[in-house]
């Protein structure tokens, strides 16, 4: 039975892929969540698989040395799946050091621990064990709008410091690789979306605001691009590197699927409207004049494209989640998980949001 030792578990894609592993692998491997619950990470999303035998949760921070040793010691760990992260561009602007602190020296931290307990005394590594480190497409920078794609070869440029602060881990984790022969992937992924996704990121917001009537925030000319995939896609996908891919490489991995933040925003609002019933009261406020445009966010990358081509001729992954049927189950999920929603969004997260976003 293979042990994995996932970090950022309680957070919005290693939720989702904790989840899809159970449900793939069901009894044949063992799962250690570590996470420190930041106002990010909530227990809630892992609420199907919180009673599993094969299912630990340690909350424990990845820069606490002491706390990661210990569950390296106290466990043969064969896999890690690197997901802890300060993960909020906007957030990264106000307040830069604790993505310094978590997303490198963290990412530093999971490294040595690893390394420490699988290194044989030759140098080579016990059979069989395996890193990976989930990263973004943020650290290729920005691409013109009228071409282009992130390939793996595409040089690092990143410009919030949140794309720095993963460019910085990512580094690592190729030096870990080029200096020590240390067994890892990274995988730089587009923009994820789906279920238990934290109503800061664009698409739960405007479902969040889109319901409650309140105005649809969106930066600058609304016409950035980002390439989006639905969660579980990109779950699968990390598995799938894991298994099948080769060791010390990088995969990029996206959804073919470029979007203006515009579009999204329409689609959304089309889309609630046709699943709300015309006597539903939050019906008669919904509609395109909810958009308010606001000032642009700093540094603002304007498009986003990946190619996946390195990921599906390798190893035959391809997205199967076509956009309009993912968006269309994650309003749904949204809708129909609304208590989810208002237990995150009292709180602090109503005075983060009070704070963020100035009008044009
Ligand atoms: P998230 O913010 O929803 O979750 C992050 C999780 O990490 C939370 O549960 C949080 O409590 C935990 N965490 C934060 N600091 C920690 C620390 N010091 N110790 C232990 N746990 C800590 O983020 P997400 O959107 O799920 O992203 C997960 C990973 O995927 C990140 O590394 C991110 O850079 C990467 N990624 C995200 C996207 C996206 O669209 N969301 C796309 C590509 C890559």
């Given at each position: 039975?293979?042990?994995?030792?996932?970090?950022?578990?309680?957070?919005?894609?290693?939720?989702?892929?904790?989840?899809?592993m159970?449900?793939?692998?069901?009894?044949?491997?063992?799962?250690?969540?570590?996470?420190?619950?930041?106002?990010?990470?909530?227990?809630?999303?892992?609420?199907?698989?919180?009673?599993?035998?094969?299912?630990?949760?340690?909350?424990?921070?990845?820069?606490?040395?002491?706390?990661?040793?210990?569950?390296?010691?106290?466990?043969?760990?064969?896999?890690?799946?690197?997901?802890?992260?300060?993960?909020?561009?906007?957030?990264?602007?106000?307040?830069?050091?604790?993505?310094?602190q978590?997303?490198?020296?963290?990412?530093?931290?999971?490294?040595?621990?690893?390394?420490?307990?699988?290194?044989?005394?030759?140098?080579?590594?016990?059979?069989?064990?395996?890193?990976?480190?989930?990263?973004?497409?943020?650290?290729?920078?920005?691409?013109p709008?009228?071409?282009?794609y992130?390939?793996?070869?595409?040089?690092?440029?990143?410009?919030?410091p949140?794309?720095?602060?993963?460019?910085?881990?990512?580094?690592?984790?190729?030096?870990?690789?080029?200096?020590y022969?240390?067994?890892?992937?990274?995988?730089?992924?587009?923009?994820?979306?789906?279920?238990?996704?934290?109503?800061?990121?664009?698409?739960?917001?405007i479902?969040?605001?889109?319901?409650?009537?309140?105005?649809?925030?969106?930066?600058?000319?609304?016409?950035?691009?980002?390439?989006?995939?639905?969660?579980?896609?990109?779950?699968?996908?990390?598995?799938?590197?894991?298994?099948?891919?080769?060791?010390?490489?990088?995969?990029?991995?996206?959804?073919?699927?470029?979007?203006?933040?515009?579009?999204?925003?329409?689609?959304?609002?089309?889309?609630l409207?046709?699943?709300?019933?015309?006597?539903?009261?939050?019906?008669?406020?919904?509609?395109?004049?909810?958009?308010?445009?606001?000032?642009?966010?700093?540094?603002?990358?304007?498009?986003?494209?990946?190619?996946?081509?390195?990921?599906?001729?390798?190893?035959?992954?391809e997205?199967?989640?076509?956009?309009?049927?993912?968006?269309?189950?994650?309003?749904?999920?949204?809708?129909?998980?609304?208590?989810?929603?208002?237990?995150?969004?009292?709180?602090?997260?109503?005075?983060?949001?009070?704070?963020?976003?100035?009008?044009?």
């Amino acid at each position: 039975m293979r042990t994995y030792l996932v970090t950022g578990g309680a957070g919005f894609i290693g939720a989702n892929y904790i989840n899809y592993m159970f449900k793939k692998y069901n009894n044949e491997i063992r799962i250690i969540n570590v996470d420190v619950l930041t106002y990010a990470g909530n227990l809630e999303n892992l609420r199907d698989v919180e009673n599993r035998d094969n299912y630990t949760f340690i909350r424990a921070d990845i820069c606490d040395r002491d706390a990661i040793n210990k569950i390296f010691e106290e466990n043969d760990i064969d896999r890690v799946v690197h997901f802890a992260a300060e993960s909020h561009v906007d957030r990264s602007i106000v307040n830069p050091e604790v993505f310094v602190q978590t997303n490198v020296l963290g990412t530093a931290t999971m490294l040595n621990a690893a390394k420490k307990a699988w290194e044989l005394p030759d140098g080579t590594y016990k059979e069989g064990k395996k890193f990976l480190h989930v990263s973004t497409d943020e650290v290729y920078g920005s691409l013109p709008e009228d071409g282009g794609y992130f390939y793996e070869t595409t040089p690092y440029a990143p410009h919030s410091p949140y794309s720095a602060s993963k460019a910085s881990s990512d580094m690592l984790v190729k030096a870990y690789m080029d200096t020590y022969h240390f067994p890892a992937n990274i995988t730089n992924c587009s923009n994820n979306y789906g279920p238990y996704q934290f109503p800061e990121k664009l698409i739960p917001l405007i479902i969040h605001n889109a319901l409650e009537g309140k105005k649809l925030p969106v930066y600058g000319d609304g016409k950035n691009v980002r390439d989006w995939l639905y969660v579980e896609d990109h779950a699968k996908a990390i598995d799938m590197v894991q298994e099948q891919g080769r060791l010390f490489e990088t995969y990029n991995i996206g959804g073919h699927n470029e979007k203006q933040n515009i579009e999204i925003v329409k689609t959304i609002i089309d889309i609630l409207r046709e699943e709300l019933t015309d006597d539903d009261p939050r019906k008669a406020h919904l509609s395109y004049d909810l958009i308010t445009y606001v000032e642009d966010r700093k540094g603002h990358d304007r498009r986003y494209a990946i190619a996946p081509d390195k990921i599906k001729a390798e190893i035959g992954w391809e997205p199967e989640t076509m956009f309009k049927e993912g968006i269309r189950k994650t309003i749904k999920w949204y809708f129909e998980h609304q208590e989810w929603m208002e237990h995150i969004t009292s709180g602090d997260y109503e005075k983060y949001y009070d704070g963020m976003y100035s009008k044009k």
